[in-house]
């Protein structure tokens, strides 16, 4: 089951050695699968592994990590935002590269992240939507969508393909009979001259 | 002077004895043991006596022969290499043969259209030898070309022909394995073509097929960076010395460069799937327009024999409207018909009584 729990944006120092100086912009989580005692703490653990593991990767990398049951898509961009994913085992890790990249394009644009407060911060709700709109990957991603309406569309024109061929049968069907009926009429007709031509009282 | 004579006589049973096996190495045999079976009488062990000593003094001779350039000795060194020719071209007419039978069973092999790819191993390895063995006659029947030509200067007419006929006979024969082999791959690679759309139908689309493989490099790849968590309850901690994380970094970054190659390919992979894909619907459309034009003719010929046969019905029911307007018409000249005659018939009647 394919399940994204959260998405958080992290700024990260690129010169020198980082040393716990990231810094969480601003993050979204989808825990509706956990207990509610233990959403506080998987919240925590989540947020704290994203700092660990943007600390451990160099500017203009991507990665997934494996990690107990879940896997930490992180991708740090070249001036250091980066965005980190966490996701279910199932998700494929393309759609989660994609969407990475497309949330930091939109934060990226939206505000300045070097400097910008808190309350902007607060009021940006793109996070959230994104997050739920991804919970289904097949339909958010351009390129899942497209293959799998492909591959419908594949599967109607095999269904067509077989009605035209009955349609052809059918059809083969029908000039049999309408040639029987045109020679019968035939028939007829030369049946119904003969009676009228002779015998003439 | 005799020895010459009698080595000329003995190669001139030579010459027949090697013209047979050159063609058949099994019908001689076979042709005289008929033979025996059906002449019971007739007693060919001595024949077959003489030929055993004729070939086995053949090959004494060629063993104590040296190289002589007597006139005499010419004659023997062309049958010499008439022989050798003779003798090359049968183990070429038999590794032909065993080259067509291994063709037949790779046909067969080829032919299988069952969904199982077990036979994919072996039907590689044959394709790989008889490839191998179509070269080697190849070059085999090139020397046996250049053998005969080069001995066509020597030799008399009879032999030039006969020699270039075999020569061209074998390179008819392998020209038509050649084609046969070649018909047999493609019929393999259609076969495959057939199997793989089949197993497409069966199985998902390629939608699955290309995102496990990138998930399965990320979890590969993942462990090595993110120490081992003890996660107990919400206590997190983490023990980490800066070489094990120095160490780590270095790790993380030819990791970091394969992830982003790695997730690349995937895009590609599936932009690529996608084309074809599209490719295949569009032969799909293609086929579709065709077949109903193909129809298009068919619901023609049905509409021209439904109007012939409202044309005929037409006119068979005018017939009968004419026919029953005479008929109703007529009933008045029956009247008048029967009329005349009772009156005649009455007139009859009064003049007799």
């Known amino acids: ?201 | 002077m005799s020895v010459p004579r009698r080595r000329r006589g003995s190669s001139k049973s030579e010459d027949t004895e090697q013209l047979l096996p050159a063609t058949k190495s099994t019908g001689n045999s076979s042709w005289s043991g008929v033979e025996d079976k059906e002449n019971m009488g007739r007693d060919r062990t001595a024949e077959f006596q003489s030929a055993l000593r004729s070939l086995q003094g053949r090959q004494q001779v060629r063993q104590l022969q040296p190289n002589p350039m007597t006139s005499a000795n010419r004659m023997n060194r062309n049958l010499d290499q008439y022989t050798e020719f003779m003798r090359v071209a049968k183990s070429i007419g038999k590794n032909i043969s065993k080259t067509y039978s291994k063709l037949e069973k790779l046909a067969l092999l080829a032919k299988r259209k069952s969904l199982f790819e077990d036979k994919s191993v072996e039907i590689q390895e044959l394709t790989f030898i008889i490839k191998e063995d179509i070269n080697g006659l190849n070059q085999d029947i090139a020397k046996l070309q250049k053998i005969s030509r080069g001995s066509q200067t020597v030799n008399g007419k009879h032999i030039q022909s006969h020699s270039s006929g075999v020569v061209v006979g074998l390179q008819s024969k392998l020209a038509s394995m050649s084609t046969e082999f070649k018909n047999v791959l493609q019929i393999r690679t259609e076969n495959l073509k057939e199997q793989r759309t089949r197993q497409d139908q069966f199985t998902q689309g390629p939608v699955t097929s290309s995102l496990p493989p990138s998930a399965l490099t990320g979890f590969y790849k993942g462990s090595a960076l993110v120490p081992e968590d003890s996660y107990s309850g919400g206590d997190i901690s983490i023990d980490i010395g800066d070489n094990a994380g120095a160490l780590r970094h270095r790790q993380s970054q030819l990791l970091a460069q394969d992830e982003t190659e790695s997730y690349l390919s995937s895009r590609a992979d599936a932009m690529q799937s996608i084309e074809s894909t599209i490719v295949e619907l569009g032969g799909i459309f293609q086929q579709l327009a065709t077949m109903v034009k193909e129809q298009e003719e068919v619901v023609q010929r049905i509409d021209s024999n439904i109007e012939d046969a409202e044309m005929n019905v037409e006119a068979a029911h005018t017939e009968l409207l004419k026919y029953f307007r005479s008929v109703a018409s007529n009933r008045w000249l029956m009247i008048k018909v029967f009329a005349l005659l009772i009156f005649f018939f009455v007139i009859f009647v009064v003049f007799l009584g």
């Open chain 1, 1 to 201: 089951m394919v399940k994204l729990f959260a998405i958080s944006v992290i700024r990260r120092p690129i010169d020198g050695p980082p040393d716990g100086r990231c810094v969480l912009l601003k993050g979204s989580y989808d825990l509706a699968s956990f207990g509610f005692f233990q959403r506080a703490s998987v919240k925590e653990f989540m947020s704290f592994s994203s700092q660990t593991i943007v600390e451990r990767t160099s500017p203009a990398t991507r990665q997934s990590v494996k990690e107990q049951e879940f896997f930490c898509h992180v991708y740090v961009r070249v001036d250091g935002l980066s965005v980190v994913l966490v996701s279910d085992i199932d998700y494929p890790s393309r759609v989660a590269h994609t969407l990475m990249t497309k949330v930091l394009d939109d934060f990226s644009s939206k505000f300045e992240w070097r400097s910008v407060g808190p309350e902007a911060l607060d009021a940006y709700r793109d996070l959230d939507q994104t997050l739920a709109k991804y919970q289904n990957p097949r339909e958010a991603d351009a390129l899942t969508r497209i293959q799998t309406e492909l591959d419908e569309t594949k599967i109607i024109m095999h269904n067509t393909i077989e009605a035209v061929l009955e349609r052809g049968e059918k059809l083969d069907d029908l000039v049999a009979k309408s040639d029987n009926l045109s020679a019968q009429s035939k028939m007829f007709y030369k049946t119904a001259k003969k009676t009228n031509s002779c015998c003439n009282f």
